[in-house]
Structures are given as structure tokens and as C-alpha cells.
């Protein structure tokens, strides 16, 4: 009788956790090695507070390092403003032969709060980083025009389980 008494509770406790979230990943990355360097080859950026803001949020996670950069290191990312009204997205990672491109649409970001902005340069990094969508609230990676300026907890398991610790 107590082995009945022990497991009841113990499988509830069970039954109560939250299911496993899936991770999400994309096929591709910009990281070369365990490390991403970004610079100008394909354009440049003003937006250089959310490109900041979003490098030292990631960086801070201590596996992939994200760096400008230098005449003795290949360029894996570059940062370009665009203004495309005719465009769905406020930012836009794309993978490409040589630099991968990392676009800011000036057309969106202009009447974005301060967050949504940060929201977005990090969401593209995570793309950046090879993570993909998902819709779990609180979360950079998920879609949409929200202000997450800082990451959730889906969003650094999804980077842990790509990159390790």
C-alpha cells in the first residue's frame, strides 16, 4: 500500500510538469566556427544601438562570439538599412554566398517603440544564430511585432542545445 501511496503523488507531479517544448532550428547559421564576424562588405547600418544592444544580449550566453570584423578574420555577417514599404518584415536575416546579410527596414522600424526595435535586431541575430521561429511568449524567436528586449527562456534553451555551454 505506501508504494501506492508514493507513486500516485510522483506520477501527478508528473502529469503536472509542462510538456517538453520542442526546439526550433533552422538549417543554416552565420557562425563560422563558434564565432560570428560582422562588418560592412554588403552595407552598413544606423541602427547601431539595437545592432549592439542585440550582439551583447547573445554574446552574453558565452558560447558563440559575435565580433566586428578585422583584416585577419573572414566577414560571416553584414548589417544593411533598407526602406521597403512594400516589404512584410521589419528585419530580415538571409543566408548568402559569402556574407550573410542582416537587413533593418527603416520603412517599419521609424514608428517602432524602442523595444520593438531591440525586439527585432534580437530576433534576427537569433536567425543569425541559426534559431527559428516559434510562438512561445515572452520569447525573441517568436513571430510577430513584439517588445521582448530581452531573451526568453525557450529562446536560451534553443541556443544551448545548438551551440552547448
Known sequence: MK???????????TLLLPLNTQAHFLTTSS??????????????????????????VWNALGVINIAGDTNLTVED????????PDAG??????????????????FFLWDFTPDQREHTALHEMGHALGLDHHDLAGNVMRSGVWS??????????????SWGF
Open 3 to 13: 508504494k501506492k501511496l508514493i507513486l500516485i503523488p510522483v506520477l501527478l507531479g
Open 31 to 56: 557562425v563560422d566556427g563558434k564565432e560570428i564576424r560582422w562588418g560592412t562588405a554588403k552595407g552598413t547600418t544606423g541602427w547601431t544601438s539595437i545592432r549592439n544592444h542585440s550582439i551583447n
Open 77 to 84: 555577417l553584414s548589417f544593411k538599412d533598407v526602406d521597403r
Open 89 to 106: 518584415w521589419s528585419g530580415r536575416w538571409t543566408p548568402q554566398s559569402g556574407a550573410d546579410l542582416l537587413e533593418y527596414n527603416d
Open 148 to 161: 521582448y528586449d530581452k531573451l526568453g527562456a525557450h529562446d536560451k534553451e534553443d541556443y544551448h542545445a
